[in-house]
């Protein structure tokens, strides 16, 4: 949010004189027409804060709106800044080395990561899960034709991945509405038929 009694260079308690006053000693200072062409824009775009300041500022019903919104805001900035101390101080008193005070961020960041581990814990065996798990190989995939190992969790995806494609493949096949797609798919399909050809 624009603070205009900054903008205009008068303190927040002045009276209507002093802001008409300020007003228009920034407008001489900052018109167009003193300036450059680069120079030009800018005062151009601090002319047109300076009226928008003005126009509220000089308004006494937009002026106490104005002053409302403001201290809204400076109250909840205050309260985030009391936030940011406490939870600063309280990892300050917390640490025990100096490498503790160094990774603060991480220990910020913390809350959010179990928060995260747990959603993950609650979601396993759901499709909500599967879905994660999914989401999480493809954005692990390395770019640029690097290649990486595989860790448990992928082999886990993986398998989870197949069990799950077994099991609607299953389902279809008992419902007699999609009896005659999967018998399509399995038996009239030249791929499938390649691949059975293989094993036989």
Known sequence: MKNYYEILEVNPK???E???KAYRTLVKRYHPDLYSSVQKREAEAKL???NEAYNILSDDFLRGQYDLELKKEEM????LRNKQVNDESYNINNSTTINNRRSRKNEKSEPIN???????KNNVGTVFGIVELVKELWSNIPKG???RKLNKTDFLAIGLTIVVILILGVILWFIPFTNGWMRQLLFENPLFNLIGGLFS
């Open 14 to 16: 002045a009276s209507k």
């Open 18 to 20: 002093i802001i008409e």
């Open 48 to 50: 047109k804060e300076i």
């Open 76 to 79: 909840k900035y205050e309260e």
């Open 114 to 120: 179990k928060k995260i581990e747990n959603k993950k």
């Open 145 to 147: 034709g690097e290649r």
